[in-house]
């Protein structure tokens, strides 16, 4: 483990400004056309892909040469070369979207609160944050985004997607969601600075926990400090019998936070194993002991992506856990992020990872054990079926009795 963390931050994610992956600085001289032709070999030395997307890649590097005079030429050739790889999760980072991108990680960000996705040709919500005005308004994983501000978003790029939702705090933005089985519905949504919370033992409403369960709800992997602030509630959650941990709608964050909070739950055995371009299989295994043997039970669905499905992964094959809820996200893909010249940065698709079965969940997502959907009426009556199922089935483990059936 102490060999991968060496290699500094890995994020997992990539939705509209979140997360990437390895950070590496770049400080020298550049051109506009150096900048370009650092992007190319970059992608050509590092991209998971080694075919590029089945292209000769060696076309694009001078295929802009005599053009590029500026920043912003560079900047455009950039996005047009990257789009080439058919990969939303592989792009270019203006000095402003990496200074968001910064900032996000940091646990601070501004916008409306929402990671968003082209998933199946369809601009989509991945999941809206805790406590953001995005939540606030009703938005929800696998929303449909159809307009914004009036703009279809037919064709759209998530890039594009962010710079038009973004904008200055107190200003608003509307957006025309189209949700399965329900009529296109216009959503007016003021900004605001969002600060990115990632662990909270709030109770949704009307649901009663017991007093000898611990319910941690975990909303993103991304805060350097959620790795130590989980383990002391766990610490101090030691006197229960079981805890449930809510990764619902939880994009990701940095893969260090999925691996130690894992190894929190594991003693011993394989959390996730990523592979390369050149397929070079590279496994992470928690170390002996853990923080806890109580038993867990996870709550993922639609919008549990990233990091999240590693944790739920891990926890799943190692069989520490019981997974209820709905199919999780399906983004099986490690992206680094290279600092470039001007502040701005590129993120690469590097890796591919593995749950310990060797189960590729890309595009796939984690099935979990005991489905259980929340539908709209559910949440119109506030009715969290899910956690319900959740608090049924571990007070059945913890008093010993049997959940074959479920």
């Known amino acids: 483990m102490r060999k991968f963390m060496r290699r500094s931050f890995i994020f997992l994610g990539a939705f509209i400004l979140l ?3 390895i950070i590496h600085n770049n400080v020298m001289a550049y051109s506009p056309v150096d900048l370009y032709d650092q992007v190319w070999r970059l992608i050509n030395i590092k991209f998971v892909d080694q075919t590029n997307n089945s292209q000769d890649w060696s076309k694009w590097r001078h295929k802009y040469d005599d053009k590029i005079m500026t920043n912003e030429d560079a900047y455009v050739a950039i996005n047009t070369m990257v789009a080439s790889l058919n990969d939303p999760y592989t792009k270019f980072l ?8 910064t900032s996000s990680i940091k646990g601070s960000l501004k916008g409306i609160g929402i990671q968003i996705a082209v998933k199946e040709g369809k601009l989509t919500v991945i999941a809206p944050i805790e406590d953001t005005p995005a939540e606030k308004a009703g938005l929800k994983a696998d929303d449909e985004i159809l307009e914004i501000d009036g703009k279809s ?10 710079d038009l939702i973004r904008g200055k705090e ?3 933005v509307k957006l025309l969601i189209k949700r399965k089985d329900v009529e296109p519905k216009l959503y007016t949504i003021t900004r605001a600075e969002i600060e990115v919370k990632s662990i909270s033992q709030k109770v949704p409403d009307n649901i009663k926990i017991p007093e000898d369960i611990s319910y941690i709800r975990l909303s993103s992997f991304i805060s350097r400090n959620a790795a130590a602030e989980f383990k002391s509630i766990l610490e101090q959650g030691s006197n229960k019998k079981g805890f449930i941990i809510d990764l619902r709608a939880n994009p990701g964050g940095l893969l260090s936070n999925a691996i130690y909070i894992s190894d929190m739950f594991l003693d011993g055995g394989t959390i996730v194993s990523t592979v390369d371009r050149d397929g070079y299989k590279e496994t992470q295994r928690a170390t002996r002991g853990c ?5 867990v039970v996870v709550l993922i669905n639609g919008g549990s992506a990233s990091a999240s499905e590693i944790f739920s992964g891990a926890m799943k094959d190692n069989g520490r856990a019981v997974i209820i809820g709905e199919k999780s996200f399906g983004k099986g893909l490690v992206q680094e992020i ?3 010249p001007y502040e701005s940065g590129i993120n690469i698709t590097i890796q591919k990872y593995l749950t310990p079965n060797g189960t590729d969940i890309n595009k796939k997502g984690i099935t979990p054990d005991i489905e259980v959907k929340l539908t709209e009426e559910n949440v119109k009556n506030k009715d969290d079926v ?5 608090i049924e089935v571990l007070q059945k483990i913890t008093n010993g009795q049997s959940i074959a059936n479920y």
């Not at 899910?386 to 959740?390: D, H």
């Open 19 to 21: 997360f990437g992956c």
């Open 94 to 101: 203006d000095p402003k979207e990496f200074a968001e991108e």
């Open 153 to 162: 978003t037919k064709g759209i790029t998530v890039d594009q997607a962010a």
């Open 170 to 172: 107190g200003t608003s």
């Open 291 to 295: 923080v806890t043997q109580k038993p």
């Open 338 to 340: 290279n600092k470039l």
């Open 386 to 390: 899910q956690l319900k199922k959740a």
